[in-house]
């Protein structure tokens, strides 16, 4: 395990919001006042069972740290059902060592995060154009936006199976799309909902990958390109660095990025980064 108290603590700046990469899509997302985790991926579940498949899901890095050491939690966000993304590894510890969190998910996918391990008590369903609003406890709202992976799928009550999520925090919109592609509308959807900070996969997309039922994401110029056409000014890549078979070359994502314009920086696994927004930019500290 990587050794980092920052997951024991709070944020003590008032005003500013932090992230910590989990590896994958996964983040820990922070102010004075409020703790919120996105698609923790904290245990070996995947490697449990896929070991004896083609892809073998392997890490390439150790979790950060154990489920039961990610304590005064909030906020569960999971952007849709896939076992990275909801784990039945890491979703019921985080519930059992967290009894005052919340757990939001798809409202479609209720009966899989219920069997991932997430007390109906604590289960929060949205669908794109949801949202959850603590403005007055945590002053945090959450809205959902459907995302395409690689298509835009529902369930058969036509809601939305993979989504993603703009937290507004600290005068900051931060948006995680989970995982996603570019679609139709969906610059214009984000340039509409003036976010601030975009979480965004980089792995891209192949055939090969696809014709062995793994469906991919943006590519880092995509995710580029994102940002740009829906003003969004800081880029945070990921849903790289964890499975050989389904990851990206970190060197390239810099490349890229520092071509962009955006301002931007490449997450390390357990490392917190800290970040304020001062009247109409984002800096970080």
């Not at 154009?129 to 709202?141: C, E, P, Q, W």
């Not at 529902?154 to 679609?183: A, E, M, Q, T, W």
């Amino acid at each position: 395990m990587v050794e980092n108290p920052c997951f024991a603590e709070r944020l003590p700046q008032a005003g500013s919001v932090s992230f910590t990469w989990l590896g994958q899509a996964g983040f820990l997302v922070e102010s004075a006042e409020v703790r919120i985790v996105i698609d923790p991926y904290l245990s070996d579940s995947l490697y449990d069972k896929y070991k004896d498949k083609k892809f073998p899901h392997v890490r390439m890095v150790p979790a950060p740290l154990r489920p039961d050491e990610l304590t005064q939690i909030d906020l569960v966000l999971c952007t849709h059902g896939h076992t990275d993304h909801m784990d039945p590894g890491t979703l019921p510890v985080l519930a059992s060592v967290n009894p005052g969190c919340r757990f939001i998910c798809p409202a479609s996918e209720k009966e899989k995060a219920l069997d991932r391990g997430v007390p109906a008590a604590m289960f929060i369903g949205l669908d794109d154009g949801g949202r959850f609003d603590d403005s007055l406890n945590s002053g945090i709202v959450v809205s959902a936006v459907a995302s395409a992976h690689e298509t835009l799928e529902k369930d058969s009550s036509g809601r939305s199976l993979f989504l993603g999520y703009v937290i507004g925090i600290n005068g900051l919109k931060i948006y995680h799309s989970g995982d996603c592609i570019p679609y139709n509308g969906l610059w214009e959807k984000l340039l509409n909902l003036k976010i601030d900070i975009a979480f965004l996969p980089v792995n891209g997309r192949d055939d090969f990958r696809k014709s062995n039922g793994i469906p991919g994401n943006f590519t880092v110029e995509e995710a580029a390109d994102l940002c740009s056409n829906a003003g969004i000014e800081v880029l945070i890549p990921h849903h790289f660095g964890m499975f050989v078979f389904n990851s990206g070359d970190p060197q390239k994502i810099e490349q890229v990025l520092s071509k962009s314009g955006l301002k931007y920086t490449i997450p390390e696994i357990g490392k917190k980064t800290e970040f304020i927004k001062r009247e109409y930019s984002v800096s970080f500290l």
